[in-house]
T-cell receptor, first 116, second 114 residues
Framework: DVKVTQSSRYLVKRTGEKVFLECVQD?????MFWYRQDPGLGLRLIYF???????EKGDIPEGYSVSREKKERFSLILESASTNQTSMYLC???????????????FGSGTRLTVV | GNSVTQMEGPVTLSEEAFLTINCTYT??????LFWYVQYPGEGLQLLLK?????DKGSNKGFEATYRKETTSFHLEKGSVQVSDSAVYFC?????????????FGQGTRLTINP
């Protein structure tokens, strides 16, 4: 069964900590995405990547960075966690080009991050 | 630009009721359309899709028909169950623009009471 695996389901971190959220996919997908989900705001795109070592800002990149050193792994980094980054974080992957239109995204189970 | 508008929730129904969740879209090209479902505490799962006009996607008793003339992709189910309680997202991918991202609606929370 193909998968997108997020390393933690629940995470509690302190304000100011550097936080790493890891996402690994086993489908050989080129595209990977990070979203955050908050009540009433839907899904908001943070960063995405279409290839190894490539990254592009989404709609809300402030306070975040990403790393994609290998095709299967896409890491989201909170440089200095703040309470307003408490949220559900969702990773997704997809085939490139028309593959998105034909198959959509595959999502991970999400990481619920609480910053205290 | 491309956008997706879903009916606002929350939607509360009784078990065995008929369900419709409205979704309309704006796209400059020829989009594929998707419905995703998110069960409590989980990520999103693909529920069904349609890649061209007049296609009907179906899965788990849910159906949606791609209506180009009304730019709609409404989700329907004839008889809902308590286990259908979830958040439902409509999304589009506009292939003609070379886009490799999905555009999501805001989501509609559905609660089914026994």
């Amino acid at each position: 069964d193909v998968k997108v695996t997020q390393s933690s389901r629940y995470l509690v971190k302190r304000t100011g900590e550097k936080v790493f959220l890891e996402c690994v996919q086993d489908m050989d997908h080129e595209n990977m995405f990070w979203y955050r989900q908050d009540p009433g705001l839907g899904l908001r795109l943070i960063y995405f990547s279409y290839d190894v070592k490539m990254k592009e800002k989404g709609d809300i990149p402030e306070g975040y960075s990403v790393s994609r050193e290998k095709k299967e792994r896409f890491s989201l980094i909170l440089e200095s966690a703040s309470t307003n980054q408490t949220s559900m974080y969702l990773c997704a992957s997809s085939l490139p080009g028309t593959g998105v239109g034909n198959y959509g995204y595959t999502f991970g189970s999400g990481t619920r991050l609480t910053v205290v | 630009g491309n956008s997706v508008t879903q009916m606002e929730g929350p939607v509360t129904l009784s078990e065995e009721a008929f369900l419709t969740i409205n979704c309309t879209y704006t796209a400059t090209g020829y989009p594929s359309l998707f419905w995703y479902v998110q069960y409590p505490g989980e990520g999103l799962q693909l529920l069904l899709k349609a890649t061209k006009a007049d296609d009907k996607g179906s899965n788990k008793g849910f159906e949606a028909t791609y209506r180009k003339e009304t730019t709609s992709f409404h989700l329907e189910k004839g008889s809902v169950q308590v286990s259908d309680s979830a958040v439902y997202f409509c999304a589009l991918s506009d292939r003609s623009q070379g886009a490799q991202k999905l555009v999501f609606g805001q989501g509609t929370r559905l609660t089914i009471n026994p």
